[in-house]
């Protein structure tokens, strides 16, 4: 099954937590996500985009490796 490159109504759902799209995108501007807004006002989500902010953040929050042998920052 191939995956679409935008993210479903569904998933967006999901990931938003609403169904109305004007707070859908509210959400989005707040979270910082990438979108575009198509003519019928529904935010897009490029699937390659969201993969790119999971993984951009998850960089950010590097572990204290230190902490798990006992050390103190």
Known sequence: ?????ILTDDELQLLTGRKN???Q???LKENNF???VNLLGKP????ASLNQ???????????????LNGKEP
């Open 34 to 36: 990438y979108f575009h």
């Open 44 to 47: 897009i989500i490029l699937r």
């Open 53 to 67: 902010k999971v993984i951009i953040e998850n960089k950010q929050q590097e572990p204290d490796f230190g902490a």
């Open 21 to 23: 799209k004007s707070l």
């Open 1 to 5: 099954m191939n995956e679409s490159i």
């Open 25 to 27: 995108i509210k959400w």
